[in-house]
């Protein structure tokens, strides 16, 4: 397991560096901080630090492996990460305690991603909450 850990701000802080030095993980350490023009805005919230993300695995990381977002202000149980390992191609899961719906989900038939049950829809391709 190699953890990327990307701040949503100008440069990485001290007390998260310090966490992961504390840590037994192998990390990666990133910052990337939104746009001033959308800070206040729903629009581009996290999606600076995944992308920054994304460009680090690109460039530094095997072709093999399983990329997963999580958010510093959610939860985990550990029988998820044990559901990850069994990723061959690709895998979705469900978000809970979103919204209206009370869940964000990928509706799976046979095997098959063919559509998204989430309350955010907003004219978005895959409509899933990234947890």
């Given at each position: 397991v190699h953890w990327i850990v990307a701040e949503d701000r100008n440069h990485?802080?001290?007390?998260?560096?310090d966490l992961l030095s504390a840590?037994?993980?192998r990390y990666t350490h990133l910052a990337a901080s939104r746009p001033t023009e959308l800070?206040?805005?729903?629009?581009?919230?996290?999606?600076?630090?995944?992308?920054?993300?994304?460009?680090?695995?690109?460039?530094?990381?095997?072709?093999?492996?399983?990329?997963y977002f999580a958010d510093d202000?959610?939860?985990?149980?550990?029988?998820?990460?044990?559901?990850?390992?069994?990723?061959?191609?690709?895998?979705?899961?469900?978000?809970?305690?979103?919204?209206?719906?009370?869940?964000?989900?990928p509706v799976v038939r046979k095997g098959k991603v063919v559509g998204f049950f989430d309350a955010f829809k907003k004219n978005r391709k895959f409509a899933v909450d990234m947890a």
């Open positions: 990485t802080t001290r007390v998260v560096s840590s037994t993980l800070i206040g805005q729903m629009i581009g919230r996290g999606v600076f630090n995944r992308r920054i993300s994304v460009d680090w695995i690109r460039t530094n990381a095997d072709d093999d492996g399983v990329v202000d959610n939860s985990y149980d550990v029988r998820l990460f044990e559901e990850i390992r069994q990723t061959v191609r690709v895998s979705v899961f469900p978000v809970g305690l979103i919204l209206k719906f009370g869940l964000s989900s």
